[in-house]
């Protein structure tokens, strides 16, 4: 039997249902529309969004009520040379696909792979890893000691405190990455 989570309540539903409940919701004005959606937060408003899960696939309805709901391709062009300029090429890159331009998309997943790993990258990922409660411990690739980042060491240190050796030749972003997957 097919099942459905609206308001953070599963039901399962018989097959006439489930194809109501899907048409319904395929009809509706999603978030993902929007220049200003990522992930499962609203940009604008900085309101972490209620995802409805219907069979296997995900809405984030919560456009229908918006005030700030924007699908004009300026927006979104906008929205993609703003990530540009910050280098989230691969953010960048998703916003020109939503519109159509290929090539554009192309150009900064190029941009991406040659930018390869950031210190922003890496914060953002510290971040996570302190909003779920959670500290890895590494290790200087130079002396051995014990490192933590995370939530109980929010800052990303450049250098060992026992042996001063540059920390930033470890790859904290795959390190994290790994951790929280």
């Known amino acids: 039997m097919p099942t459905a989570i609206i308001n953070n309540e599963k039901r ?9 409940i899907e048409k ?17 937060r609203c940009k ?3 309101v ?7 069979g296997y696939s995900t809405y984030f309805t919560q ?6 709901f924007s699908a004009d391709q300026k927006a979104f062009v906008e929205e993609a040379k703003r990530l540009e300029t910050e280098q989230r090429f691969e953010e960048a890159a998703a916003q020109y696909e939503k519109i159509g331009m290929d090539e554009k ?22 971040k996570e890893l302190a909003e779920k409660g959670k500290t ?30 540059d920390l930033e030749v ?7 990455s790994q951790q929280l997957s």
């Open 170 to 176: 470890i790859n904290l972003d795959k390190l994290i």
């Open 63 to 68: 456009a229908d009520n918006c005030n700030y």
């Open 24 to 40: 319904e919701y395929k009809q509706k004005k999603v978030c993902d529309d929007c220049a200003s959606f990522s992930k499962d």
């Open 105 to 126: 998309a192309e150009k900064m997943r190029k941009k991406a792979k040659q930018k390869g790993p950031s210190q922003l990258d890496a914060t953002a990922k510290v």
């Open 12 to 20: 399962t539903y018989c097959a006439d249902c489930y194809w109501k």
């Open 44 to 46: 604008k408003t900085n």
């Open 48 to 54: 972490s969004l209620e995802p409805v899960t219907i």
């Open 136 to 165: 890895l411990t590494y290790y200087c690739c130079y002396c051995g000691a014990p490192l933590k980042i995370g939530a109980k060491a929010p800052q990303i240190q450049k250098n060992c405190p026992r042996c001063r050796g």
